[in-house]
């Protein structure tokens, strides 16, 4: 014998109570929605700030690399300037003396000597020019001057380089300026300080001067 199942209405309080059920999952799943995009949030701004210290710290670390560059070839370039065959302007001695250092001394792409009227005399590499970055004008303010001066930063083409110029009087017994040395330094050295400073992940360090032009990068800045 087959009894038939009458449907059964929900008493209101029943009803009422199920429609609380229903509406505090929908809250909690608005809540742990909005606790989630709070945590996405949360680990974005972390991951910037410490993007931006470690990036910090690489620049910092780049920076005393080259200013180090800069103070060597300061004082190579003082050696130089008290030598007989830059004082003198010797044509036949000093570019045997300048090739030398340039081969025992890493770190420089050119080594040239020129009167004080900016007139080249003698070269490492056998160039006719300044270095890139030197104009005639800044030569011939150091040897007005007698203090030492720096070209604008470049690319030398022929060693495909980053490059500055340094430039300092050679001064005489008595006090005369008689030539001006100066020393095309390779800033590709400072490469070597990117690449053992540690990069935040997807991150880029790059060189770059005045004008916008990079001139040394590392990890693919171009991505």
Same mark, same amino acid.
């Given at each position: 014998m087959r009894y038939r199942i009458l449907p059964r209405a929900l008493r209101p309080d029943s009803v009422r109570a199920w429609r609380g059920v229903i509406l505090a999952g929908v809250l909690g799943l608005e809540a742990l929605a909005l606790w989630a995009s709070l945590l996405h949030t949360e680990a974005r701004r972390h991951a910037q700030r410490e993007a931006g210290r470690s990036a910090a710290v690489v620049a910092q670390s780049v920076?005393?690399?080259?200013?180090?560059?800069?103070?060597?070839?300061?004082?190579?370039?003082?050696?130089?300037? !008290?030598?007989?065959?830059?004082?003198?302007?010797?044509?036949?001695?000093?570019?045997?003396?300048?090739?030398?250092?340039?081969?025992?001394?890493?770190?420089?792409?050119?080594l040239v000597a020129a009167t004080p009227n900016a007139e080249m005399f003698c070269s490492a590499r056998g160039s006719a020019r300044l270095p890139v970055g030197l104009d005639a004008a800044e030569v011939r303010r150091v040897a007005e001057s007698g203090?030492?001066?720096r070209g604008h930063y470049g690319i030398?083409?022929?060693?495909?380089?980053?490059?500055?110029?340094?430039?300092?009087?050679?001064?005489?017994?008595?006090?005369?300026?008689?030539?001006?040395?100066?020393?095309?330094?390779?800033?590709? !050295?400072?490469?070597?300080?990117?690449?053992?400073?540690?990069?935040?992940?997807?991150?880029?360090?790059?060189?770059?001067?005045?004008?916008?032009?990079?001139?040394?990068?590392?990890?693919?800045?171009?991505?």
């Amino acid at each position: 014998m087959r009894y038939r199942i009458l449907p059964r209405a929900l008493r209101p309080d029943s009803v009422r109570a199920w429609r609380g059920v229903i509406l505090a999952g929908v809250l909690g799943l608005e809540a742990l929605a909005l606790w989630a995009s709070l945590l996405h949030t949360e680990a974005r701004r972390h991951a910037q700030r410490e993007a931006g210290r470690s990036a910090a710290v690489v620049a910092q670390s780049v920076a005393r690399e080259h200013e180090r560059l800069m103070d060597a070839a300061r004082q190579l370039l003082l050696a130089l300037a !008290q030598r007989p065959e830059i004082v003198t302007a010797n044509r036949a001695a000093c570019p045997e003396l300048l090739t030398g250092v340039l081969r025992a001394v890493p770190g420089f792409l050119d080594l040239v000597a020129a009167t004080p009227n900016a007139e080249m005399f003698c070269s490492a590499r056998g160039s006719a020019r300044l270095p890139v970055g030197l104009d005639a004008a800044e030569v011939r303010r150091v040897a007005e001057s007698g203090n030492p001066g720096r070209g604008h930063y470049g690319i030398d083409r022929a060693a495909a380089r980053p490059t500055v110029a340094l430039a300092t009087a050679a001064i005489d017994g008595a006090g005369v300026v008689r030539a001006v040395v100066a020393g095309a330094l390779d800033l590709g !050295q400072l490469e070597r300080a990117m690449v053992e400073s540690p990069l935040p992940a997807g991150a880029a360090l790059m060189l770059v001067d005045a004008n916008g032009v990079i001139l040394t990068h590392h990890a693919q800045p171009e991505r």
